[in-house]
């Protein structure tokens, strides 16, 4: 009797693993500039790499420096009949974060996502006329929500950006989880 009640929890294991079938990607990304004397939204679009591969380009000109301070307002929102708040919604100092990275902050998560996609590495304050937030070519992977798993849906990542105690932007990007990878639908 043992080695059936094993036998059959074993096999439930191996059924309900990943077999290939999910995935994630990006639906749309959509970005806008409060302030238009302050801050340029030059590139806010997907792109597609390959079948399947779905990469998100975003591109702010800053238009006035220098850049002492930033706040960042990062919230998760889930597709149910409309986008309604969903496990995060932090708000905090991203100069300090990136002077003092914490890794157990839920922020540090996804910003370990994102650098090898951006120029988002240096400390303020910003001072170079040349410089502007870049990301480029940011596609998601499973990987990324091994350590926050996330569960099957529709999602959407708000990050709302102030400088001096002003929102001036947000982007919000749109992305499916556990969306089947079925051969025969073509999109």
């Given amino acids: 009797m043992k080695f059936t009640v094993i036998t059959v929890f074993v096999l439930t294991l191996i059924a309900s693993e990943n077999n290939g079938d999910i995935t994630t990607r990006h639906t ?5 500039a409060f302030d238009k004397l302050y801050l340029e939204v030059v590139t806010c679009r997907l792109k597609v790499l390959g079948r399947g591969i779905i990469a998100e ?4 000109k800053i238009l006035k420096l220098p850049i002492r301070n930033i706040t960042i307002n990062f919230s998760v929102y889930k597709k149910l009949s409309g986008y309604h708040p969903f496990l995060f919604n932090v708000t905090f100092d991203f100069c300090h974060f990136l002077r003092h990275p914490n890794p ?6 996804f910003y370990k996502a994102l650098m090898p996609y951006t120029n988002l590495n240096h400390t303020c304050p910003i001072n170079v006329s040349s ?8 596609v998601l992977a499973d990987e990324m929500y091994a350590k926050i798993p996330f569960p099957k849906g529709s999602y959407m990542f708000s990050i709302r950006m102030a400088t001096e105690g002003v929102w001036r932007g947000v982007v919000n990007t749109y992305f499916d989880i556990n969306v089947d ?3 025969n639908i073509r999109f």
């Fill in 57 to 60: 380009n975003i591109h702010f």
């Fill in 181 to 183: 990878n079925n051969p």
């Fill in 104 to 109: 157990l902050s839920v922020f540090h998560l």
């Fill in 131 to 138: 410089h502007d937030f870049i990301l480029k070519d940011f």
């Fill in 28 to 32: 749309n990304v959509k970005c806008e």
